[in-house]
């Protein structure tokens, strides 16, 4: 199997292990540090005792960090559950991105996410609607890559799943909408308005207030 570019540093951190269950990535899962640094973030990955990790590291400027072989399981994810499957770090390849959730993704960063997706991608077969947010997996636990984060940018590419982008149709209720947020592989048990959050994160983070038909159409069929 091809491996990384050269391009990227290698940091290598303790905190990973076997896949379980023979396991292989099917999923990639995209965060923000929420640190000061990009140092400061590679710093706690790779530190034993705050037994966390990812497989990738981009900074603001860019460049690019391994710290797990994508073959290894990281500890990124946490609980959590996405299309009905747990043990998301089985399942997954992390990506950290040195971001505070408070400011846009630099471009760099930006360009580096799309070429590393790419060959991650290529590698273990993952489709654009592989490519999650953690968000995503762990609602109301957990909010990254948040809000500020240009997803509809990968979805151009390919690299991530495009939400509907046509216009509201009918009324819309709790059921219906959770109906939909489940066929779109959001089946973590939380409650209405932690799911509508989620789901306003991933594909609609303009929306506010209480439910409406444009979240509804928000959600990909």
Not at 39 to 58: F, G, K, T
Not at 66 to 81: K, S, T
Not at 175 to 184: D, M, P, S, T
Request: charge should be neutral; hydrophobic fraction near 45%; charged fraction near 20%.
């Amino acid at each position: 199997m091809p491996v990384p570019s050269a391009e990227i540093a290698q940091c290598p951190s303790p905190n990973c292990g076997a896949r379980r269950d023979g396991l292989t990535p099917k999923l990639i899962v995209l965060h923000y540090t929420a640190m000061q640094s990009a140092e400061a973030a590679l710093e706690r990955l790779c530190d034993p005792s705050a037994e966390v990790s990812a497989h990738y590291l981009i900074s603001a400027k860019g460049c690019v960090v391994q710290m797990v072989a994508e073959d290894q399981r990281a500890w990124h994810a946490g609980a959590g559950e996405w299309a009905g499957q747990t043990d998301i770090n089985s399942r997954s390849i992390g990506i950290e991105l040195d971001n505070r959730g408070t400011h846009p993704f630099s471009e760099p960063q930006m360009a580096a996410l799309e070429a590393l997706l790419r060959g991650i991608m290529a590698r273990w077969d993952i489709p654009p609607e592989g490519v999650i947010g953690h968000s995503d997996l762990a609602p109301g636990r957990k909010i990254d890559p948040g809000p500020r984060f240009d997803w509809s940018r990968l979805a151009l590419q390919g690299l991530a799943r495009q939400g509907f982008v046509g216009a509201p149709q009918g009324a819309v209720d709790a059921k219906r909408f959770r109906q939909a947020a489940k066929a779109a592989g959001f089946t973590a048990a939380v409650d209405d308005a932690t799911l509508l959050a989620a789901v306003r994160l991933r594909f609609r983070p303009q929306g506010q207030g209480p439910l409406v038909p444009a979240d509804l159409a928000a959600l990909p069929s």
